[in-house]
């Protein structure tokens, strides 16, 4: 290790320099041989990000990752069936210009709605996924997401399983006006009611989570676990400067900063979140994981 | 009257704000108690138990201020994480004690600052949405003024949501809306008329029961009628048994 390494070493591994405030213009990995990580400005080889599931091997740096992959990274193989897949939003307030912004957003990311929902099963444990896609309208919630979410909460409540939901969003849709914001209601009574059964529901933050889901089904989760980094806000950073007219401090609104002030449970690395879902769908599940004797 | 002038008439400096529905619909009778009993008291919500019509009923409104000194005081109803745990705490004592509760929206939004963010205003607002929703007796949200997003969300998630005519009820500001989609903050006409934030596009898309017309001076006459129209609603509302209740609640939302 050379000494500049060794200082990159020695940073904070996660620092809200060049994240958040310009959080909507960062990149993905493009398909270069080179990419410099935001963080730390190492270069860092295309291939190693990849095999490194997108986090910066020099500081740690969670890159954005879409939906698809996710689910890739977090289920058991071939264990994925996805639910409402062909579900799609409509203009239903007629808000200019959101026709044309949904068609792009469906032709950019490949998919039909900011998020993904479906069954899986998680190291072996069977579980209901929501997935929020950043690549989609910046994850915003509109009636569909909200609906998705809600069934998938409804669908585990009978079938009593656990739910697992990776959030990413810029918060309401706001081409859907108030429909977007009864989306928060909606999706918080599923959520109630899956809890009111005893169910157990995880939370993954992820950058960056803000706004109305916020507010909402990410700050819900019996437990709240987040990505290390991840900008995590009711209010966006450049919302709250140009309220209060003062910078803010380094770090504010990181996940590191929410489990300081008490508000979520755990900041867990990327490659170490299987494992992490894993033991936590284990410890609630009805069986018994103490090994043999114990009670059922 | 176009969006706008609702937008106007909603923000008006003149405008009833909640201690004025409280003080004209419930009297003498309203006591009011302070406190989350976690952090402090945030004045930009008011909250307490009346009598109405001889039952007791827990009272909630989002506060602004009539005067430049109130409203610096109640910053300018855009209350903190503690505000909603206040009301939370009101609506939990509302439930055990059996008497149904009301709430006066009338809010620009949440506080968006510092504080706000370092105790969780995100995970206030989301409680309220959750524990309201089993919240074992009924609740009415009026909206008098300015519904301004989860902020006010928070605060409407009932068996009923009211509005006063000139009234608005909308996701983003007129202002953020117009600086987002064409970059000029300044087409809030525009962007008023986009977001359907009026009473009577809110009446259309289901998202709320009544419209209370306004007179031109918001006199007592409508108060009266006010009183007696929320009284009806909770003898209607108290008929139900709580599963009855609670699953229209749910429906209510589930449909949008």
Not at chain 1, 31 to 46: A, T
Not at chain 1, 63 to 78: N, P, S, Y
Not at chain 1, 97 to 124: C, F, W
Not at chain 2, 120 to 130: D, K, P, R, T
Request: aromatic share 8%.
């Amino acid at each position: 290790m050379n000494t500049a390494d060794f200082f990159n070493f020695l940073k904070p591994k996660n620092e809200l320099e060049n994240q958040g405030q310009e959080a909507e213009n960062q990149p993905f990995i493009p398909d270069e041989l080179w990419v410099k990580c935001p963080v730390c400005k190492s270069p860092v080889l295309s291939s190693d990000l990849g095999e490194n599931n997108k986090v910066c091997p020099k500081c740690g740096y969670h890159f954005r990752i879409g939906a698809r992959q996710r689910i890739e990274l977090t289920v058991d193989k071939d264990s994925f069936r996805e639910f409402d897949a062909d579900m799609v939003s409509e203009n239903i307030i007629d808000f200019p210009d959101y026709t044309r912004k949904l068609k792009n957003a469906k032709a950019n990311s490949g998919e039909n709605e900011s998020v993904i929902t479906g069954e899986a099963k998680i190291g072996g444990c069977e579980t209901v996924i929501a997935v929020m896609n950043s690549q989609f309208m910046m994850g915003s919630m509109g009636t569909v997401t909200g609906e998705k979410i809600t069934r998938a909460f409804e669908y585990a409540t009978e079938n009593k399983l656990p739910v697992v939901v990776f959030t990413v969003s810029g918060g309401a849709r706001m081409q859907e006006g108030i429909m977007s914001l009864m989306q928060m209601a909606k999706t918080s009574g599923a959520v109630k009611r899956h809890s009111d059964a005893g169910l157990l529901y995880i939370t993954v933050l992820t950058d960056p989570t803000t706004g109305g889901v916020t507010a909402s089904f990410a700050m819900e989760g019996d437990i709240i676990l987040s990505e290390p980094g991840a900008l995590i806000a009711f209010a966006g950073p450049r919302v709250i400067e140009q309220t209060i007219r003062q910078k803010l401090p380094k770090g504010f609104q990181s996940a590191e900063f929410l489990l300081e002030k008490g508000f979520i449970d755990a900041v867990v690395n990327r490659n170490e979140m299987k494992d992490t879902l894993t033991k936590l769908l284990k410890l609630h599940s009805n069986k018994s994981v103490f090994g043999e004797g114990a009670d059922e | 009257m176009s969006a706008f002038d609702s937008v106007t008439a909603a923000r008006a400096n003149d405008r009833p704000t909640a201690i004025d529905y409280i003080t004209r619909i419930f009297g003498d009778s309203f006591m009011e108690l302070h406190g989350d009993r976690r952090f402090s008291d945030d004045k930009a919500v008011i909250g307490g138990i009346a009598e109405l019509n001889g039952s007791a009923v827990t009272v909630v409104g989002l506060e602004k201020g009539r005067n430049l000194n109130e409203r610096m005081d109640r910053n300018f109803g855009s209350a903190h994480p503690e505000g909603y745990r206040k009301a939370l705490r009101l609506m939990k004592q509302a439930e055990k004690f059996h008497r149904p509760v009301i709430c006066f929206v009338d809010t620009s939004g949440a506080y968006c600052g510092i504080g706000a963010e370092e105790r969780g205003q995100g995970q206030a607002i989301a409680e309220n949405l959750m524990e309201m929703m089993t919240l074992e007796t009924p609740i009415l949200s009026i909206l008098i003024g300015e519904g301004g997003s989860g902020g006010a969300l928070a605060l409407a998630v009932a068996d009923e949501v009211w509005m006063l005519e000139n009234a608005i009820y909308s996701v983003i500001s007129p202002e953020g809306c117009a600086s987002i989609l064409w970059k000029d903050s300044s087409k809030t006409a525009e962007a008023s008329e986009c977001l359907k934030l009026t009473s009577h596009d809110l009446f259309k898309l289901g998202v709320i029961e009544r419209i209370i017309r306004e007179p031109k001076n918001l006199d007592s006459i409508m108060f009266d009628s006010l009183k007696n129209l929320i009284a009806q609603t909770f003898e209607k509302l108290e008929a139900y048994d709580i599963q009855t209740l609670l699953s229209k609640r749910y429906n209510r939302f589930r449909k949008f």
